[in-house]
Nanobody
Framework: QVQLVESGGGLVQAGGSLRLSCAASGRTVGSYDMGWFRQAPGKERSFVAVASWSDGRTVYADSVKGRFSISTDNAKNMVYLQMNSLKPEDTAVYYC????????????????WGQGTQVTVSS
């Protein structure tokens, strides 16, 4: 069993920055890849970024490449999403997920999710 708790969302002006945090707990958390997804009202949950605990490998969605950065702190079992140059279209609920196997881009392949944290970017 893995538990995930996101924090750090809020309201920010366009061009601003936020850092989201995901606290992961559970004996087997190190065996999962950790992803960030987002879901805007009326839209499907979409992939943002993923990171591997073991080798630090990261992958980003094209829409956030160069603006967002995912990182892990293995000692603290924390996953972060640093979001810079935010745009109104980044407004969504952001979710942290744990993936054991399957495609990191497919939300249905993820085994565990946090409750989400709202990010709102005003123009």
């Amino acid at each position: 069993q893995v538990q995930l708790v996101e924090s750090g969302g809020g309201l920010v002006q366009a061009g601003g920055s936020l850092r989201l945090s995901c606290a992961a707990s559970g004996r087997t958390v190190g065996s999962y890849d950790m992803g960030w997804f987002r879901q805007a009202p009326g839209k499907e949950r979409s992939f943002v970024a993923v990171a591997s605990w073991s080798d630090g490998r990261t992958v980003y969605a094209d829409s956030v490449k160069g603006r967002f950065s995912i990182s892990t702190d293995n000692a603290k079992n924390m996953v972060y999403l640093q979001m810079n140059s935010l745009k109104p279209e980044d407004t969504a609920v952001y979710y942290c997920g744990a993936l054991r196997g399957g495609s990191y881009r497919r939300p249905n392949d993820y085994d565990y999710w946090g409750q989400g944290t709202q990010v709102t970017v005003s123009s």
